[in-house]
């Protein structure tokens, strides 16, 4: 069974870290790009961060303008894990955070080309 699992979601303060966890199966993780995408109560779902399938060469990451400096993801082609270190948290990155794998093993931000997505998992962050 094809699936991905968020976890690490919960409740910190402005200026607080944390870091979410996709655990994937049933799949070849190593063939595929995965993101990170967050959707906010009454937003749209946007685009956080994405890596390619190899996740070696700094052309291989893209983070949104407004986390630059503060989230950064990686992945485990071993573990089968894909990983988004969130630091210096705002009220403003309280939302729900989806992984997602890409059909192939470069980044895009096209939303279509994400075919497999995770549960979600709650992020919260108070001012």
């Known amino acids: 069974q094809v699936q991905l699992v968020e976890s690490g979601g919960g409740l910190v303060q402005a200026g607080g870290s944390l870091t979410l966890s996709c655990a994937a199966s049933g799949f070849r993780f190593s063939e595929h790009a995965m993101g990170w995408f967050r959707q906010a109560s009454g937003k749209q779902r946007e685009l956080v961060a994405a890596i390619s399938a190899r996740g070696t060469h700094f052309s291989d990451f893209y983070h949104r303008d407004s986390v630059k400096g503060r989230f950064s993801i990686s992945r485990d082609n071993v573990k089968n894990e894909s990983y988004l270190r969130m630091n210096n948290l705002t009220p403003d990155d309280t939302a729900v955070y989806y992984c997602?794998?890409?059909?192939?093993?470069?980044?895009?931000?096209?939303?279509?080309?994400?075919?497999?997505w995770g549960q979600g998992t709650q992020v919260t962050v108070s001012s």
């Open positions: 997602a794998r890409t059909k192939g093993p470069d980044i895009t931000g096209d939303h279509s080309e994400y075919d497999i």
